[in-house]
T-cell receptor, first 116, second 118 residues
């Protein structure tokens, strides 16, 4: 069963506007972490933001914020004031496991294109 | 940059051959995870090494094997290469599993090795 679902293969946004990238997840573990990574065409995965399952407030990191709705099992990434350099592939990922490991399960990704 | 390095950056092999990919982890990190990313897909977890032992494995056959060395660097070995092994192979280093149990425990990724199997 797919644990991370990203339903938007591609998204387009105008420069300086905000955009929301969707992510839903599935787990029976009460303790988990949710991550968003950016992958430019060069291939390196760049960490953007983290949300723990017990965190009471939505995570924010500069222009990135995470809209965490635990009951709906969603963890959408909001990018404010989009820049041309934000054009890249974006992956949502979940970490489970504790002492047995800390593997990340990734979604299929969303290709974001920022238009001038 | 994360401080995680991988070598080589690109590699071309033929079916049936064997390949070794290398990864040096970020300073202070003793846990290394390997991921395979096929074109147009998200990364898939291969396995993780902690204290020189395998600590968790994804759904990959035994011809995918690994090593971790005392300096925490790691190797991924793939035997009997198949065309479907063509992918970007990513290495990620992190603090030990469970140490920052439900804290951040971010995985820092290297730039990847792009493997092409002909």
């Amino acid at each position: 069963a797919q644990k991370i679902t990203q339903t938007q293969p591609g998204m387009f946004v105008q420069e300086k506007e905000a955009v929301t990238l969707d992510c839903t997840y599935d787990t029976s573990d009460p303790s988990y972490g949710l991550f968003w990574y950016k992958q430019p065409s060069s291939g390196e995965m760049i960490f953007l933001i983290y949300q723990g399952s017990y965190d009471q407030q939505n995570a924010t990191e500069g222009r990135y914020s995470l809209n965490f709705q635990k009951a709906r099992k969603s963890a959408n990434l909001v990018i404010s004031a989009s820049q041309l350099g934000d054009s890249a592939m974006y992956f949502c990922a979940m970490r489970e496991g504790g002492l047995s490991g800390s593997r990340l399960t990734f979604g299929e990704g969303t290709q974001l294109t920022v238009n001038p | 940059e994360t401080g995680v390095t991988q070598s080589p950056t690109h590699l071309i092999k033929t079916r049936g051959q064997q390949v070794t990919l290398r990864c040096s982890s970020q300073s202070g990190h003793n846990t290394v995870s390997w991921y395979q990313q096929a074109l147009g897909q998200g990364p898939q977890f291969i396995f993780q090494y902690y204290r020189e032992e395998e600590n968790g494995r994804g759904n990959f056959p035994p011809r995918f094997s690994g090593l971790q060395f005392p300096n925490y660097s790691s190797e991924l070995n793939v035997n009997a290469l198949e065309l479907d092994d063509s992918a970007l192979y990513l290495c990620a280093s992190s603090t030990p599993p469970g140490l920052a149990e439900w804290g951040h425990n971010e995985q820092f990724f290297g730039p990847g090795t792009r493997l092409t199997v002909l």
